[in-house]
């Protein structure tokens, strides 16, 4: 059970908009700022959102993060074929210390 | 470039011991903290504990607290885990990461730990 609620799974069609939640509490998500990491099949995890809505150098501007309250989503415009992945959320927490994931969600590109 | 690179897959018995490592090179490696993550196997990330290798100060999650070690060696820029009796349940992918600006920024390759009788 992870402390960070986020849905198994989500999809859409190449060109398609697609948003992914992720739900905490007061002491994470709700007092602190949120990352986004993106893992493809077989590969590391990467940074892909930081402090809620950055974006690390070389990452489009395809992907998009926001944050109100203790919940936070991922946006994706223009789905591609090679969005297909895990996508986790994190934040760091104020009770547990250390940062916390997300359970992760699986994206399909259908 | 920035990079971490990890040492190599380890096949294991349970009640063996293991000492995996984790080389940081292309920037100031005393300047951040370096986290732990498992990946089970299907499974998500889970954060481990965290070390500062400039002072080696460090931070465990309570989950893992007692069940691994971290440490470091600043002089040759490489942090590490380790356990003194593992289990079947320790088989997963262990990553290590450097932390910037209160996220992950930097991981490394992960290293596969096996154990298996």
Known sequence: QSVLTQPPSASGTPGQRVTI????SSSNIGSNTVNWY???????PK????????????VPDRFSGSKSGTSASLAISGLQSEDEADYYCAAYDDSLNGPVFGGGTKLTVL | EVQLVQSGAEVKKPGESLKISCKGSGYTYTNYWIGWVRQMPGKGLEWMGIIYPGDSD?????SFQGQVTISVDKSINTAYLQWSSLKASDTAIYYCANRKEGAFDIWGQGTMVTVSS
């Open chain 2, 58 to 62: 460090t931070r465990y999650s309570p």
């Open chain 1, 47 to 58: 940074l892909l959102i930081y402090s809620n809505n950055q974006r690390p150098s070389g």
């Open chain 1, 21 to 24: 939640s992720c739900s905490g």
């Open chain 1, 38 to 44: 993106q893992q493809l099949p077989g590969t590391a």
